[in-house]
T-cell receptor, first 107, second 114 residues
Framework: KNEVEQSPQNLTAQEGEFITINCSYS?????LHWLQQHPGGGIVSLFM???GKKKHGRLIATINIQEKHSSLHITASHPRDSAVYIC?????????FGAGTRLTVKP | NAGVTQTPKFQVLKTGQSMTLQCAQD?????MSWYRQDPGMGLRLIHY???????DQGEVPNGYNVSRSTTEDFPLRLLSAAPSQTSVYFC?????????????FGSGTRLTVV
Protein backbone atom coordinates (compact mmCIF):
# COMPACT_ATOMS: atom_id res chain seq x y z
CA LYS A 1 0.00 0.00 0.00
CA ASN A 2 1.36 3.42 -0.93
CA GLU A 3 2.09 5.82 1.88
CA VAL A 4 0.16 8.53 0.05
CA GLU A 5 -3.12 7.73 -1.70
CA GLN A 6 -5.03 10.16 -3.87
CA SER A 7 -8.57 9.94 -5.15
CA PRO A 8 -9.91 10.04 -7.68
CA GLN A 9 -7.19 9.10 -10.16
CA ASN A 10 -9.02 10.87 -12.97
CA LEU A 11 -11.70 13.52 -12.80
CA THR A 12 -13.66 15.21 -15.55
CA ALA A 13 -15.79 18.24 -14.76
CA GLN A 14 -17.78 20.89 -16.57
CA GLU A 15 -16.64 24.48 -16.37
CA GLY A 16 -17.99 26.13 -13.24
CA GLU A 17 -18.24 22.98 -11.14
CA PHE A 18 -16.84 22.65 -7.63
CA ILE A 19 -13.94 20.18 -7.56
CA THR A 20 -12.63 18.13 -4.66
CA ILE A 21 -9.46 16.04 -4.74
CA ASN A 22 -8.61 13.89 -1.75
CA CYS A 23 -5.32 12.78 -0.23
CA SER A 24 -4.86 10.23 2.55
CA TYR A 25 -1.54 9.28 4.07
CA SER A 26 -0.36 6.62 6.47
CA UNK A 27 2.88 8.10 7.87
CA UNK A 28 3.66 10.82 10.35
CA UNK A 29 4.21 14.16 8.69
CA UNK A 30 5.24 17.68 9.53
CA UNK A 31 3.57 19.21 6.48
CA LEU A 32 1.57 18.38 3.39
CA HIS A 33 2.21 19.84 -0.03
CA TRP A 34 -0.16 20.26 -2.98
CA LEU A 35 1.43 20.58 -6.40
CA GLN A 36 0.03 21.24 -9.86
CA GLN A 37 1.64 19.71 -12.93
CA HIS A 38 0.69 21.37 -16.19
CA PRO A 39 0.08 19.41 -19.40
CA GLY A 40 3.50 20.58 -20.59
CA GLY A 41 5.12 18.94 -17.57
CA GLY A 42 5.99 21.95 -15.44
CA ILE A 43 5.33 21.65 -11.70
CA VAL A 44 4.06 24.47 -9.53
CA SER A 45 3.84 24.49 -5.75
CA LEU A 46 0.28 25.42 -4.69
CA PHE A 47 0.14 25.01 -0.92
CA MET A 48 2.19 23.74 1.94
CA UNK A 49 0.22 23.30 5.15
CA UNK A 50 0.45 21.59 8.50
CA UNK A 51 -2.99 22.37 9.95
CA GLY A 52 -6.32 23.93 9.19
CA LYS A 53 -6.99 25.55 5.86
CA LYS A 54 -5.28 27.73 3.28
CA LYS A 55 -6.90 29.66 0.43
CA HIS A 56 -5.42 31.18 -2.68
CA GLY A 57 -7.84 32.57 -5.21
CA ARG A 58 -10.23 29.77 -6.22
CA LEU A 59 -8.11 27.10 -4.56
CA ILE A 60 -8.64 25.91 -1.00
CA ALA A 61 -6.61 23.27 0.80
CA THR A 62 -7.59 21.68 4.09
CA ILE A 63 -5.86 19.17 6.30
CA ASN A 64 -7.00 17.01 9.22
CA ILE A 65 -3.90 15.74 11.00
CA GLN A 66 -5.82 13.35 13.26
CA GLU A 67 -7.54 11.68 10.32
CA LYS A 68 -4.40 11.89 8.12
CA HIS A 69 -6.39 13.40 5.30
CA SER A 70 -6.22 16.49 3.12
CA SER A 71 -8.49 17.89 0.44
CA LEU A 72 -7.89 20.31 -2.38
CA HIS A 73 -10.97 22.20 -3.56
CA ILE A 74 -11.34 24.27 -6.71
CA THR A 75 -14.31 26.60 -6.88
CA ALA A 76 -15.80 27.75 -10.18
CA SER A 77 -13.51 25.44 -12.17
CA HIS A 78 -12.15 26.60 -15.51
CA PRO A 79 -10.55 24.74 -18.43
CA ARG A 80 -7.21 26.30 -17.48
CA ASP A 81 -7.40 24.31 -14.22
CA SER A 82 -6.90 21.13 -16.26
CA ALA A 83 -3.72 19.57 -14.89
CA VAL A 84 -2.45 16.79 -12.67
CA TYR A 85 -2.71 17.63 -8.98
CA ILE A 86 -0.19 15.93 -6.73
CA CYS A 87 -0.25 15.53 -2.98
CA UNK A 88 3.03 15.09 -1.12
CA UNK A 89 3.77 14.54 2.54
CA UNK A 90 6.84 16.01 4.14
CA UNK A 91 8.75 14.91 7.21
CA UNK A 92 12.36 15.43 8.26
CA UNK A 93 13.55 16.59 4.83
CA UNK A 94 11.95 13.61 3.11
CA UNK A 95 8.98 13.96 0.77
CA UNK A 96 6.67 11.17 -0.42
CA PHE A 97 4.24 11.72 -3.26
CA GLY A 98 0.85 10.49 -4.33
CA ALA A 99 0.39 9.27 -7.88
CA GLY A 100 -1.62 12.36 -8.80
CA THR A 101 -5.18 13.19 -9.88
CA ARG A 102 -5.66 14.09 -13.52
CA LEU A 103 -8.31 16.81 -13.77
CA THR A 104 -9.95 17.76 -17.04
CA VAL A 105 -12.35 20.70 -17.06
CA LYS A 106 -14.49 20.93 -20.16
CA PRO A 107 -15.90 24.24 -21.41
CA ASN B 1 15.18 35.89 -11.64
CA ALA B 2 15.64 32.71 -13.65
CA GLY B 3 14.40 30.52 -10.77
CA VAL B 4 15.53 26.90 -11.09
CA THR B 5 17.34 26.04 -14.31
CA GLN B 6 17.80 22.44 -15.39
CA THR B 7 19.95 21.31 -18.29
CA PRO B 8 19.71 19.48 -20.58
CA LYS B 9 15.97 19.25 -21.32
CA PHE B 10 16.36 15.99 -23.22
CA GLN B 11 19.11 13.36 -23.25
CA VAL B 12 19.58 9.91 -24.71
CA LEU B 13 22.31 7.74 -23.20
CA LYS B 14 23.62 4.30 -23.95
CA THR B 15 23.74 1.77 -21.14
CA GLY B 16 26.93 2.24 -19.16
CA GLN B 17 27.52 5.85 -20.13
CA SER B 18 27.87 8.52 -17.50
CA MET B 19 26.41 11.99 -17.42
CA THR B 20 25.58 14.89 -15.16
CA LEU B 21 22.21 16.59 -14.95
CA GLN B 22 22.70 20.20 -14.02
CA CYS B 23 20.52 22.19 -11.63
CA ALA B 24 21.11 25.81 -10.71
CA GLN B 25 19.04 28.33 -8.75
CA ASP B 26 19.55 32.04 -8.29
CA UNK B 27 17.22 32.59 -5.33
CA UNK B 28 19.79 31.88 -2.60
CA UNK B 29 17.73 28.86 -1.51
CA UNK B 30 19.30 26.56 1.06
CA UNK B 31 17.29 23.42 0.29
CA MET B 32 17.65 21.67 -3.06
CA SER B 33 16.42 18.28 -4.14
CA TRP B 34 16.23 15.88 -7.08
CA TYR B 35 13.21 13.76 -8.04
CA ARG B 36 12.39 11.27 -10.72
CA GLN B 37 8.94 10.83 -12.18
CA ASP B 38 7.86 7.56 -13.71
CA PRO B 39 4.45 6.65 -15.16
CA GLY B 40 2.25 5.10 -12.49
CA MET B 41 4.87 5.72 -9.77
CA GLY B 42 4.58 9.43 -9.18
CA LEU B 43 7.50 11.54 -8.09
CA ARG B 44 10.20 10.02 -5.89
CA LEU B 45 12.95 11.83 -4.01
CA ILE B 46 16.47 10.82 -5.06
CA HIS B 47 18.81 13.07 -3.07
CA TYR B 48 18.52 16.34 -1.24
CA UNK B 49 20.71 19.01 0.29
CA UNK B 50 19.96 21.40 3.14
CA UNK B 51 22.92 23.63 2.36
CA UNK B 52 26.32 23.87 0.72
CA UNK B 53 28.49 20.90 1.65
CA UNK B 54 25.57 18.84 2.97
CA UNK B 55 23.78 16.11 1.02
CA ASP B 56 21.60 13.17 2.00
CA GLN B 57 19.77 10.31 0.40
CA GLY B 58 16.08 10.21 -0.39
CA GLU B 59 13.82 7.31 -1.26
CA VAL B 60 15.63 6.06 -4.39
CA PRO B 61 19.32 7.07 -4.25
CA ASN B 62 20.96 3.99 -5.81
CA GLY B 63 22.80 4.71 -9.07
CA TYR B 64 22.98 8.45 -8.44
CA ASN B 65 25.54 10.76 -6.84
CA VAL B 66 25.19 14.39 -5.85
CA SER B 67 27.37 17.16 -4.50
CA ARG B 68 26.67 20.68 -3.25
CA SER B 69 29.86 22.71 -3.46
CA THR B 70 27.96 26.00 -3.80
CA THR B 71 24.53 27.23 -2.70
CA GLU B 72 23.51 27.75 -6.32
CA ASP B 73 24.33 24.38 -7.91
CA PHE B 74 23.19 20.84 -7.21
CA PRO B 75 24.27 18.46 -10.00
CA LEU B 76 23.01 14.90 -10.25
CA ARG B 77 25.46 12.33 -11.59
CA LEU B 78 24.71 9.02 -13.21
CA LEU B 79 27.97 7.06 -13.13
CA SER B 80 26.85 4.09 -15.25
CA ALA B 81 23.43 4.61 -16.80
CA ALA B 82 20.93 1.75 -16.85
CA PRO B 83 17.61 1.45 -18.72
CA SER B 84 15.85 1.53 -15.32
CA GLN B 85 17.01 5.13 -15.02
CA THR B 86 14.89 6.18 -17.99
CA SER B 87 12.67 8.81 -16.43
CA VAL B 88 11.85 12.49 -16.17
CA TYR B 89 14.04 14.21 -13.60
CA PHE B 90 13.05 17.34 -11.68
CA CYS B 91 15.15 19.54 -9.50
CA UNK B 92 13.53 21.78 -6.89
CA UNK B 93 14.64 24.36 -4.39
CA UNK B 94 13.20 26.00 -1.32
CA UNK B 95 14.38 28.82 0.91
CA UNK B 96 14.50 26.39 3.80
CA UNK B 97 12.56 23.44 5.09
CA UNK B 98 10.04 25.29 7.18
CA UNK B 99 6.34 25.18 6.53
CA UNK B 100 6.23 28.65 5.04
CA UNK B 101 8.69 27.94 2.25
CA UNK B 102 7.23 27.02 -1.08
CA UNK B 103 9.10 24.93 -3.59
CA UNK B 104 10.28 26.08 -7.01
CA PHE B 105 10.70 23.33 -9.58
CA GLY B 106 12.85 23.22 -12.66
CA SER B 107 11.28 22.38 -16.01
CA GLY B 108 12.58 18.82 -16.00
CA THR B 109 15.04 16.65 -17.92
CA ARG B 110 13.68 13.75 -19.95
CA LEU B 111 16.32 11.01 -19.94
CA THR B 112 16.20 7.88 -22.05
CA VAL B 113 18.75 5.11 -21.53
CA VAL B 114 18.95 2.61 -24.39
Amino acid sequence: KNEVEQSPQNLTAQEGEFITINCSYSVGISALHWLQQHPGGGIVSLFMLSSGKKKHGRLIATINIQEKHSSLHITASHPRDSAVYICAVYNNNDMRFGAGTRLTVKP
Amino acid sequence: NAGVTQTPKFQVLKTGQSMTLQCAQDMNHEYMSWYRQDPGMGLRLIHYSVGAGITDQGEVPNGYNVSRSTTEDFPLRLLSAAPSQTSVYFCASSMDTTITSGYTFGSGTRLTVV
